[in-house]
């Protein structure tokens, strides 16, 4: 099953991707560069527990096993399944050029931000289902002892090397600004160098 783009591994150009992530107000020059959530199929045990009880509970109930009344177990066996899907795709993992950020909530909104410079340690954990399939948790620890986890990411590997490619941009004292904004800086510089040399 495919998931959403948003569930992608995908490099962001900082402009319309950056609208679709109005829960975090992004500083000037910040841009999105991963954004993602856990895998839907996480959902897929859940649904299948559903699934399942309910055809044992109308298998009951045809073969009068049950009274009519245990139909209304029905929702509650649909409840995980419906609360645990609310909670992935309500749930957001997102990389910056400045910040690491998760936004998780089914009824209220919780979001944890760190900045790439109280970033410390990385490490992914993957159990043996997730090593054949391909995904995993990526554990973030920042300064102060506390930790951020994307949970079940595809390809964490990706993700951990997206988020040490910033890091190691932000503590190596990568400029800030745009090519073009450089390139402006120049050109002026030059004009005023050939006006030097003019008055001489």
């Given at each position: ?14 402009t319309?991707?950056?609208r ?6 992004l ?25 399942v ?37 309500r ?14 909530g ?16 990385t ?78």
């Amino acid at each position: 099953m495919t998931t959403p783009d948003r569930r992608s591994v995908a490099e962001r150009d900082g402009t319309a991707a950056d609208r679709d992530v109005a829960w975090l107000a992004l500083g000037d020059g910040e841009a999105i560069r991963w954004q993602g959530g856990p895998r839907v199929q996480t959902v897929y045990p859940w649904v299948a527990l559903a699934v399942v009880g309910t055809l044992v509970i109308g298998a009951a109930v045809a073969l009068e096993v049950l009274s009519p009344l245990g139909l209304l177990w029905l929702p509650v066996l649909a409840a995980p399944a419906c609360w645990q899907y609310a909670r992935v795709s309500r749930t957001t993992f997102l990389i910056t050029n400045r910040r690491v950020a998760v936004r998780t909530g089914v009824l209220g909104v919780t979001v944890r931000v760190v900045g790439l410079e109280r970033v410390q340690n990385t490490r992914i954990t993957q159990n043996p289902i997730g090593r054949l399939i391909g995904y995993g948790r990526v554990t973030i620890e920042t300064a102060g002892g506390s930790e951020l986890v994307f949970w079940n990411v595809e390809t964490p590997a990706d993700v951990r090397a997206r988020l040490e490619a910033q890091r190691d941009g932000t503590a190596s004292g990568t400029f800030p600004g745009t090519s073009e904004q450089w390139a402006a800086v120049l050109a002026e510089v030059r004009e005023w160098r050939r006006t030097l040399d003019r008055s001489r």
